[in-house]
């Protein structure tokens, strides 16, 4: 056999080879391509909102009664006082778009701000029209990723506000059976006519937080040797349901405490019940709902 015809399989063999890597690796570009262009529905809320033409044209009215042009609240002014945060420069996490969230044909500013640091924070922040080129201040929500559905309605998570309770910050309570809690973290909030509101908690709701609550209180009471020690993640998960109880049935703290000592019948149950009220008081302190 000559040379000629010995090697010519050698090269077909390779350039099948070359062709079908190529395709592989195309394919797996796509796929990541695909991941990287995914956006979540907040992100794209703002990215394919409706922006001003000449920004130094709006005026929004701050919490504090301040009027500034909307450029200035995009350059490093503070949105809650209106003063300017000393060494700022431009905010690169700042955005904002005008969206008609409760269908009334006027459209409302909505202003997104991440504050930077290690697991934190989102700023959403909702001003209402009150003449042309105006806007004033309504609410703000300050937490973890606040979700904005294609509904234009918030689901606001608690993820933030609980992150430390007795445990770290990545740390969860773990069941991988058929019957374990339903995880709740979030509350849904509702813009209608220069109000916001919290979307109350139905039947099912109800019985979800009490069916968690009560498989979670019957679990081995697992002892924290110290203020430093951090457990399993079932008091967060516990103080996730009670938020969300809290929230969405009223905002009526002898209720939420009735239901607490219900189903949490530990030991700590004081030390936990002072520590959920304390960050409920952060929570209220940070956001207008």
Known sequence: MSLQKRILPVICFLLISSLVQAQEDSVLFQRDSVIELYTDPTTNFFKTGEKASI??????????????????LLKGIDLNTGKWVSGSGTKTFIDYTFADLDNDSNKELVISNFTGGAHCCDEIYIYKNIAPNKFQYVVKM?????????????EFSFDESFG???????????DTTDAAPIPLRSITLRYNKGKISIVPGDKELSNTINDNLGKLGELPF???DDELAMDDGLRKEVAMNLAVFYYSFGRSMPETQMLFKKYYRYPDATKVWTAFTKSLLYIKKDNDF
Do not use: Q, S
């Open 142 to 154: 300050f937490g973890g990723h606040t979700i904005i559905t294609p509904k234009r309605e918030f």
């Open 55 to 72: 920004p130094v044209k709006i005026f929004v009215i701050t919490k504090t009664g301040k009027t500034l042009a909307l450029t200035n």
């Open 222 to 224: 697992g002892k924290l």
């Open 164 to 174: 430390y309770f007795f445990t770290c910050y990545a740390c969860g309570y773990a």
